[in-house]
């Protein structure tokens, strides 16, 4: 037991480096951080009035949910368009079949590559994050926000991210790899959507991986936030015990969809 443990962690580092090393999970970052910027208005510029006024408006502790609630909204885009082509990768390098040779149980294999590759590309996303929380920081000049920041990014962050990055390991076995993308891109705009009441929409239910049960029912931001927009009243109504179930249903369902691609690799093989 005490041997595969240690494999297993082998194959976290290694999945860890690989994908950490790669240009693509910056670049893709950076882009997409510039591209949401210049979208948001400006900038800097419209970060200079933004923060004042959530910091006038908010708790403290509502400020970091309300920015890791933003940073849910859309930078999980990135993260599951960049782990979908780790599976199909080590197939096609064949790394998998030098995988097969080690001593290591299936399941901790494809654990330890689930694990090691998303705790790689959860980092540049959290550097964002980390610079919205650093710019606020210089303004409210509160050390508190820095563990109020770290709490709201593993509270809200953390189980949406962890549910995309089980789909986008698993999915890619069974679909071309740039069609699933396009479609988990799809999906995930479709889910920021949740404010218009008269849309069918999983982003309004406590399926949302956006965090946005989690975000309203432990940190109440519908009460700070302006949800009353063009599109009406958009009836979210959470609570922390909606938040529980939310949180329980996105990490329970990434762990199945683990289990799921793990029966599906042995039913290929027992069929080969």
């Not at 400020?63 to 859309?74: E, K, L, M, Q, R």
């Not at 820095?146 to 549910?163: M, Q, S």
Request: with cysteine; aromatic share 16%; hydrophobic share 55%.
């Amino acid at each position: 037991m005490k041997q595969h443990f240690h494999l297993f962690l082998g194959i976290v580092r290694y999945e860890f480096l690989m994908q950490l090393r790669r240009r693509s999970l910056w670049i893709t970052f950076l882009i997409f951080t510039l591209l949401i910027l210049v979208e948001y208005g400006q900038g800097s510029s419209r970060l200079d009035k933004t923060v004042p006024l959530l910091l006038a408006q908010m708790p403290l502790l509502a400020v970091a949910a309300h920015w890791a609630f933003n940073a849910t909204t859309f930078l999980p885009i990135c993260v599951g368009a960049l782990l979908a082509d780790r599976y199909t990768r080590d197939r096609r390098t064949h790394v998998d079949e030098l995988l097969t040779t080690m001593p290591v149980f299936l399941r901790s294999r494809l654990f330890g590559k689930y694990i090691g590759s998303l705790l790689a590309t959860l980092i540049p996303m959290f550097l964002v994050y980390s610079g919205l929380i650093g710019y606020t920081l210089s303004v409210s000049h509160n050390w508190l926000l820095i563990p109020y920041a770290l709490e709201t990014f593993i509270v809200i962050a953390l189980p949406g991210v962890l549910f995309a990055g089980a789909f986008s390991i698993a999915v890619p076995a069974v679909l071309w790899v740039p069609l699933y993308q396009f479609l988990f891109i799809c999906y995930w705009f479709w889910n920021t959507l949740w404010f218009h009441a008269d849309l069918f929409n999983l982003g309004r239910t406590i399926l949302a991986p956006t965090g946005l049960y989690i975000a309203f029912g432990f940190y109440d931001l519908g009460r700070y936030e302006d949800t009353k927009g063009p599109h009406g009243d958009p009836g979210i109504h959470s609570s922390p015990l909606l938040a529980i179930e939310s949180t329980l249903l996105l990490i329970a369902l990434a762990i199945l969809v683990i289990f799921a691609l793990e029966g599906y690799i042995r039913l290929r093989r027992a069929l080969q």
